[in-house]
């Protein structure tokens, strides 16, 4: 896996001066790839999977044929593409987070060239 990483790194301070002394900051910012990300997968699995798969369930449940569930596993399946394609042509297929650490703590944000 491939990461595109570019780090603005500003001076630190000396660890015996404390975190209360530290003025400066760090930031960078970072290329995740949605779709190769295996931790991201996995969040989308459960995030997507549980719901789909209790509807087919409730639905097989309720005496629906297995035949019957061609037509709600189509639909979905569509879903799923046009959702895919969308994020394939608008954000290239990556996530652009930026961070910055300084004596207001750590901070994770969405890149501004991707809000």
């Given at each position: 896996m491939i990461?595109?990483?570019a780090i603005r790194l500003s001076a630190l301070p000396h660890p015996s001066q404390g975190r209360s002394n530290m003025s400066e900051r760090i930031e960078w910012s970072i290329k995740v790839p949605i779709f190769r990300n295996p931790?991201?997968?996995r969040q989308m699995g459960l995030a997507i999977g549980i719901p789909f798969g209790l509807i087919f369930v409730i639905m097989l449940l309720s005496g629906a044929k297995p035949a019957d569930l061609l037509y709600p596993a189509?639909?979905?399946g569509a879903l799923?593409?046009?959702t895919w394609l969308?994020?394939?042509i608008v954000w290239g297929g990556k996530y652009d987070a930026e961070f910055i650490v300084d004596n207001k703590g750590v901070r994770c944000r969405t890149a501004a060239r991707q809000a």
């Open positions: 990461l595109q990483v931790i991201i997968l189509i639909l979905i799923f593409f046009l969308f994020i394939m």
